[in-house]
């Protein structure tokens, strides 16, 4: 759609892309879009890329600017940060036109808001780099963060926390739907500066977040943490705990966990900690005073469990725009469709091979079924790597990937399929520190889903066409794998040798049969 012919389309507000970017709410994949997000503390260029309702980072890069530092008592952005944001901002330019991309979105947030220089900051930006920047107000803040919670968690429900360097949003949500927001000066750029030391800064936390709380009103469900000094904190818990996986997305916490997470950092040299949890300075100097921020917010709201979300407003600005139909499909499996089209050897084979496996999990809740389909999309895409570390590249893959929608201990069930997808064993991985955040019955349960897989994948000819089927009678302890005669020439002695070890794993009896194709009916 040209919005510029279309006279409804025109009178459409895009916010900060100034054009619609799903055209085809059918549409699969998404045009390259690039954002920018101007914070107090940092300023940000994000590219887009991949499947249309689970989007990948294509490019990613932060510039620590400080806009915000001594903006308190001074009104005013950070001189210094204003000449380092000028010049990442022009910088993001020249990348944004050597990749090709449409005009580049910028948001900016509390900072630049709240600076009585921020409308000349902001000219300035578009006079020497033509990018015009969108200053968003605090409610605004709050509900671009919250959908880009949703984005990440279809039908998440509870209350969204974004920490910027100076101020902090919430919002809540349920229902697909953001519900009240709010915004507070409880940035950590605004919070070293509060008079009185650490005993009147937590008083001051303490006093804003109880009347926050009377506003929002009860909030018992998840706690979602949205920002850079979140995920700061959620570093150190992991580096605490001695936590094997490294993703943040999706890193859970309780409350017992951020009290002690707190005495921690009180008892920690902060350059040492900051050195082992890959900390930069900048950040770490904000995190005493974000840690007292969430202490509190916690001890307040009194959530029944705690998330960090790596998605936030950028990414809300790509659910803002999205269609319904959009909205509802699933993020973990538009991904790996996705992924399927680009680097199967056999595109579409994944949902025959779904059909042919799914037997094994007849009676399996929605949440693992879509694990199961995950998996079977996403069985062939790592076939350019060396046999002798494919398995392996599966595991890790699927465990650091960009995924929307994945606990970590999905993360893992996911990555065991596919690792026996390739390998027998998992025994001996340089990633079986990993395997402990999956039970014993998660594990089992890959390791037969990544063995059927192993199996059906001799068949695959074709994106689509019978390959037969899988019967499962476990009170019996019988597999049987009906074929067509058609797959007998395909059914040798390795596909044998991979039925045997899915029955092995089974624990089960194996019957192989053939079926011969019904005669042609005779013309009536």
């Known amino acids: 759609m040209n919005v510029t012919q279309d006279p409804a389309a025109a009178k459409t507000d895009w916010g900060p892309f100034g054009r619609p970017i799903f055209d085809d709410p059918g549409a699969r994949a998404l045009s390259r879009v690039g954002v920018v997000d101007v914070g107090s503390n940092s300023v940000r260029l994000v590219v887009f890329d991949g499947a249309a309702r689970s989007p990948a980072y294509f490019y990613n890069e932060k510039i620590m600017c400080a806009l915000g530092a001594g903006l308190s008592e001074s009104g005013r952005l950070n001189p210094e ?27 900016a947030t509390a900072a630049v808001r709240d600076a009585s220089d921020g409308p000349e900051f902001c000219a300035e930006v578009l006079r020497e780099t033509g990018l015009k920047v969108h200053v968003i107000d605090g409610r605004e803040e709050a509900r671009l963060s919250a959908q880009g919670v949703l984005l990440g968690w279809p039908g998440a429900y509870g209350l969204v926390c974004d920490i910027g360097g100076s101020s902090m949003e919430l919002a809540e949500i349920q229902e697909n739907t953001v519900g009240r927001r709010l915004t507070s000066s409880l940035g950590p750029l605004k919070l070293r500066d509060i008079k009185g030391g650490r005993k009147g800064r937590k008083a001051h936390i303490k006093e804003v977040i109880e009347q926050l709380k009377g506003e929002m009103g009860p909030q018992r469900d998840r706690l979602f943490l949205v920002g850079g000094s979140w995920r700061a904190i959620a570093r150190i818990d992991m580096h605490r705990r001695g936590y094997p996986l490294k993703v943040l997305h999706e890193y859970r916490m309780s409350a ?12 920690r040299n902060l350059d040492k900690l900051r050195d082992a949890c890959g900390i930069s300075s900048s950040r770490m100097s904000l995190v005493p005073y974000a840690i007292d921020v969430l202490t509190r917010l916690v001890k307040t709201f009194k959530p029944k469990d705690i998330a960090v979300s790596s998605y936030g407003i950028r990414e809300g600005l790509l659910y803002e725009q999205m269609p319904q139909r959009l909205r509802a499909r699933d993020p973990l499996i538009e991904a790996s469709r996705f992924a399927e089209a680009k680097d199967a050897r056999v595109p579409g084979f994944g949902s025959t091979l779904y059909d042919f496996v799914i037997p094994l999990f007849s009676g399996a809740r929605l949440a693992k079924r879509r694990l199961v389909k995950a998996a079977c999309l996403l069985h062939d895409v790592s076939w350019r790597a060396h046999p002798d570390y494919r398995a392996e590249v599966c595991f890790d893959n699927a465990t650091r990937a960009n995924l929307g929608g994945l606990k970590h201990s999905e993360r893992v069930f996911l990555g065991l399929a596919l690792l026996h997808r390739y390998s027998n064993k998992r025994q001996g991985s340089a990633f079986e520190h990993l395997y402990a955040l999956l039970d014993v019955k998660g ?14 994948a001799m068949l695959m000819l074709t994106s689509s066409g019978d390959i037969g089927s899988l019967r499962w009678q476990p009170r019996k302890r019988v597999l049987h794998a009906e074929l067509p005669d058609a797959a007998r020439p395909l059914c040798g002695e390795v596909a044998e040798a991979r039925l045997r070890s899915l029955g092995k794993a089974l624990e089960a009896e194996v019957v192989l049969t053939f079926s011969k194709p019904a005669p042609p009916s005779d013309a009536q």
């Open 443 to 456: 594990q089992h349960e890959a390791e037969v889903l990544g063995k059927a897989m192993r199996f059906g």
């Open 256 to 267: 017992r966990d951020v009290r002690e997470t707190a005495r921690y950092i009180e008892t």
């Open 81 to 107: 940060g204003r000449v380092r944001a000028l010049s990442a901002l022009r910088r993001f330019q020249h990348l944004a036109k050597g990749m090709g991309l449409p005009p580049l979105s910028a948001v």
